[in-house]
Nanobody, 123 residues
Framework: QVQLVESGGGLVQAGGSLRLSCAAS????????MGWFRQAPGKEREFVAA????????YYTDSVKGRFTISRPNAKNTLSLQMNSLKPEDTAVYYC????????????????WGQGTQVTVSS
């Protein structure tokens, strides 16, 4: 079973930055593409960013383009989300996810999820 554990969430003022990390079990990156989703209170879970297993292509939802960056640090089995210029509307629980590639946006199908980490942006 794939295990995913997020960390790095917290409270930040609008305009500030946070860096989220996701620790994945061994073999996750060789088997699945990965990404981040978020869910705000009373809203549906939405896609944020993805990093493809093949070719390292990245994809972002329009609302975070130019502000968020998904990457794989040199450390093994980790995924990060650098979040800059944060806005109050970014407040949500952020989830790390992994799954097989898909022809449908966001080009992978999440099957495994972390427990989530809270990000709160104050105005």
């Amino acid at each position: 079973q794939v295990q995913l554990v997020e960390s790095g969430g917290g409270l930040v003022q609008a305009g500030g930055s946070l860096r989220l990390s996701c620790a994945a079990s061994e073999g996750t990156f060789s088997s699945y593409s990965m990404g981040w989703f978020r869910q705000a209170p009373g809203k549906e879970r939405e896609f944020v960013a993805a990093l493809m297993r093949i070719g390292d292509n990245t994809y972002y939802t329009d609302s975070v383009k130019g502000r968020f960056t998904i990457s794989r640090p040199n450390a093994k089995n980790t995924l990060s989300l650098q979040m800059n210029s944060l806005k109050p509307e970014d407040t949500a629980v952020y989830y790390c996810a992994s799954g097989p590639d898909s022809s449908r946006w966001p080009f992978f199908s999440p099957r495994n999820w972390g427990q989530g980490t809270q990000v709160t942006v104050s105005s």
